[in-house]
């Protein structure tokens, strides 16, 4: 996974931060705690995880509401975090409201190769775990 700076536009892919692809049937998600609009977070393509084994065409959203977050009040229950899902595959065109509820994170590009991921001796060095050889 490969991530650069920047915002790839509304679309229905795996991305993190900037505009969110939302469908313009749903309302934006709302905290139960006080109704603050969520901030985006992340999308996730469910076809970029494959070992998922979800149907093809969904696309998974996070928000989370800051305002809950900087009060102290997120309690990592369901009163201050979204995670919706969506399938994109028909003709559902998305609400073009840009990102609601304050920018989260700096919009990152998201690239996914097909690649054996491997612990290589950098990864021990960075944790400061033993070399398991
Ligand atoms: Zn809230």
């Not at 934006?28 to 901030?39: K, W």
């Not at 920018?103 to 996914?112: I, S």
């Amino acid at each position: 996974m490969d991530l650069a700076v920047g915002d790839s536009g509304v679309e229905p892919i795996t991305k993190i931060g900037g505009s969110p692809w939302w469908p313009s049937d749903r309302p934006r998600p709302r905290c139960n705690r006080a109704g603050h609009a969520m901030s985006f977070y992340v999308q996730v393509r469910l076809d970029d995880v494959p070992d998922l084994g979800w149907p093809h065409g969904w696309l998974a959203s996070v928000h989370f509401c800051n305002e809950c977050m900087w009060a102290g009040l997120f309690d990592g229950t369901a009163t201050a975090q979204s995670v919706e899902l969506f399938d994109v595959r028909g003709d559902v065109k998305p609400d073009g409201f840009g990102a609601t509820g304050g920018e989260a994170l700096r919009p990152h590009r998201v690239t996914l190769s097909a690649v054996m991921e491997a612990p290589g001796l950098g990864d021990f060095r960075a944790t400061g775990r033993r070399n398991p050889g």
